[in-house]
C-alpha cells in the first residue's frame, strides 16, 4: 500500500481543493433547503421535490387524521397580485363576501404567535391555539409560505375545490382582506408570498408537516408546526426552517348565509368614533391646567419680584432653587414630590389628617403641573424685570410712588409681553406634563388621567385612532391659546406705544 507524503505541495494543493470543494457543496446544499419554499411558487407545486413522510411526533394523539403531501395541495399564481376590490368585509372586519363566490367567512379573529412548549408533557411543534371547537379555516403564515386549511365538511357543504384554482384565489383575497383589517399594526402577507390550500387535516411540504384541528388536551384543539423528523423548525439554522408568523381562523359559510353589517360612511365612521371617545381627559387637563397657570402666573411674578429686592449672592442661590425644576427630568421632580407628600412624610400625614391627602389625587395633578412650568414663567418675568430703566424706576420713587404702584403702574406694564410670552411657556407646559403628573398622581380616569397620560396609555393599549385623536386634539388648542396670546400681546403693545407718542 502506498502512502501519501501530504508535506509534498502538489499534494496539499489538491487536499484543499478538495476540502473547498466538499464545503462549497455542503453550503449550497444548506441554501437550497433553506430556499426550498421560495422556490415554490404558487402554482409550480403540482409534483413534491422531495417527498416526505408524516412524522411520528406531529401525528401523535390524532392517528385518525388524513395526511397529504405536496403535491395533493392546491395552489394560487403567487405573481397575481391581491384583489381586494371583490371582498365586501363587515363593519366588524369579522367577516367578508367575495363577488362571484359561493361562499364566505364569518367569526374571523387572529392569533398574533402561538407557543413553541409541550403541551401536556410532548412536544407538538409551534402551536397555535384555535379554540374548544373543530371545523375552522385556519391559515397560518410565515415568510416563505402561507399554508390554508378548510375542513372538508365546510368545503363540501359551500361547493368550495381546494383543486380549483379561481375558488382558491377567491378565499386568498378573502382571507387577504380580513387579514389587513384585523393587523392592528401587526405583519401582513406579502405580495409574492406563496399559498397553499388543503382540506387535510394533516399536510407535509417540504420537509415540514402541517396538523390541523388536532385536540392536544382535553377540549382544546390547536394547529401546529414541525419537522417531518419531528423537530423544531423555528430555530435559525435549523433544516427545514421557517420564519412563523400569525394565525388566522374563520368559519367557511355559504354567501348568502353570511350576515354583513354594511361599512358605515366615513361621516358615519367620524360619528361614532366621536361618540365612543371619552372626554374626560380634556376636562381634567383644561381644569389642571387652568387652576395651575393662575399659581404659576402669581408666583412667578411674585419671585421675580423677590429677586430684584435681594443681594446679588442671595439671587444666585434663589434662581437656582426656582430654576433647577426646568433642568431635572419630569420623572425626578414627580418622585421628589412624591417623597415630600407621600403618606410616610410629616407634611403628607397632615394633610391626610385635615381630609385632604394629595398624592394620587386631582389636586396632585397641579402641584405637579406648577412645579414643572413655573421655572418658564419666572425665568421670562425676571428678564422683563432686568431690562427696565432703573433710573425710570428711581425716577417714580422721587416723585412719590410706592412699590407697589411702580410694579402695577410700570413694571408690569412696561414688561407685558415678556411677561406674556412667559404665560404663554409655562402654559403650555403645563398642558403637555406627563412624567411628574403620572408619578405625583397617577393614571385615575376622570380624576387624574389628563391628555398626555391618555393619549400613552390608549396607545400602549393598541388604541391608536384615540391616541390619535387626543395628539390632534392637544395640538389645537395649544394652536388656539398661543395665537390668542400673541394677539393679545401685539394688541397691548400697540396701545402702549401709542400711549408713549401723545
Not at 66 to 94: N, Y
Not at 148 to 169: K, L, R, S
Not at 352 to 375: E, K, N, Q, R
Not at 472 to 479: A, D, G, K, L, P
Amino acid at each position: 500500500m502506498h502512502s501519501f507524503d501530504l508535506s509534498h505541495p502538489w499534494i496539499r494543493k489538491v487536499v484543499c481543493m478538495v476540502v473547498l470543494c466538499g464545503g462549497a457543496v455542503s453550503i449550497a446544499a444548506a441554501c437550497l433547503s433553506s430556499i426550498a419554499w421560495a422556490d415554490d411558487d404558487l402554482g409550480d407545486v403540482t409534483s413534491p421535490r422531495t417527498p416526505a413522510a408524516t412524522s411520528s411526533a406531529a401525528s401523535s394523539g390524532a392517528s385518525s387524521a388524513t395526511t397529504s403531501d405536496i403535491d395533493e395541495a392546491a395552489s394560487t399564481d403567487s405573481a397575481q397580485s391581491f384583489d381586494t376590490s371583490t371582498v365586501t368585509v363587515s363593519a366588524e372586519d369579522d367577516a367578508a363576501v367575495v363577488t362571484d363566490a359561493s361562499f364566505g367567512l364569518e367569526g374571523f379573529n387572529r392569533a398574533q404567535v402561538g407557543s413553541d412548549r409541550e403541551i401536556n408533557g410532548s412536544y407538538y411543534g409551534y402551536s397555535y391555539y384555535i379554540g374548544g371547537s373543530t371545523g375552522n379555516v385556519v391559515m397560518i403564515t410565515s415568510a416563505q409560505g402561507v399554508v390554508v386549511y378548510i375542513p372538508a365538511d365546510q368545503a363540501a357543504a359551500v361547493g368550495f375545490d381546494v383543486n380549483d384554482t379561481q375558488a382558491c384565489q377567491q378565499l386568498r383575497n378573502c382571507l387577504y382582506a380580513l387579514d389587513g383589517n384585523n393587523a392592528n399594526g401587526g405583519s401582513v402577507v406579502a405580495d409574492d408570498t406563496p399559498w397553499y390550500f388543503t382540506d387535510q387535516q394533516q399536510i407535509s411540504i417540504q420537509g415540514v408537516t402541517f396538523s390541523f384541528d388536532r385536540e392536544y388536551k382535553d377540549g382544546q384543539y390547536y394547529a401546529s408546526v414541525i419537522s417531518d423528523a419531528g423537530q423544531d423548525v423555528t430555530i435559525a439554522g435549523s433544516t427545514p426552517h421557517l420564519d412563523l408568523g400569525h394565525a388566522c381562523f374563520a368559519q367557511m359559510a355559504s354567501a348568502d348565509d353570511v350576515a354583513l353589517v354594511a361599512q358605515p360612511t366615513p361621516w358615519e365612521s367620524l360619528c361614532t368614533f366621536l361618540s365612543h371617545i371619552d372626554y374626560s381627559p380634556l376636562w381634567v387637563t383644561l381644569k389642571t391646567t387652568g387652576t395651575a397657570i393662575i399659581f404659576i402666573f402669581i408666583l412667578g411674578l411674585a419671585a421675580a419680584y423677590f429677586s430684584q429686592r435681594i443681594s446679588p449672592r442671595a439671587r444666585d442661590v434663589a434662581d437656582s432653587i426656582f430654576t433647577i425644576p426646568m433642568v431635572l427630568p419630569p420623572t425626578v421632580c414627580g418622585f421628589l414630590l412624591l417623597l415630600l407628600l407621600g403618606r410616610n412624610t410629616g407634611l403628607g400625614r397632615w394633610f391626610i389628617d385635615v381630609g385632604c391627602p394629595l398624592i394620587f389625587s386631582w389636586p396632585a395633578t397641579v402641584i405637579a403641573a406648577v412645579v414643572v412650568a413655573f421655572p418658564l414663567m419666572y425665568r421670562s418675568a425676571r428678564g422683563a424685570f432686568e431690562s427696565l430703566d432703573p433710573h425710570m424706576l428711581d425716577a417714580a420713587r422721587t416723585l412719590g410712588w410706592s412699590n407697589r404702584r411702580i410694579f402695577y403702574r410700570l413694571m408690569l406694564p412696561l414688561s407685558w409681553s415678556n411677561i406674556a410670552s412667559g404665560t404663554v411657556l409655562a402654559f403650555a407646559r403645563a398642558l403637555g406634563e406627563f412624567g411628574a403628573t403620572l408619578f405625583l398622581a397617577g393614571n385615575y380616569l376622570g380624576i387624574t388621567r389628563t391628555i398626555p397620560i391618555a393619549i400613552y396609555f390608549e396607545w400602549m393599549n393598541g388604541n391608536t385612532d384615540v391616541a390619535l385623536f387626543w395628539t390632534v386634539i392637544i395640538i389645537i388648542f395649544s394652536f388656539i391659546v398661543i395665537l390668542f396670546i400673541n394677539i393679545w400681546s401685539r394688541h397691548t403693545t400697540r396701545y402702549r406705544k401709542a400711549g408713549e407718542t401723545r
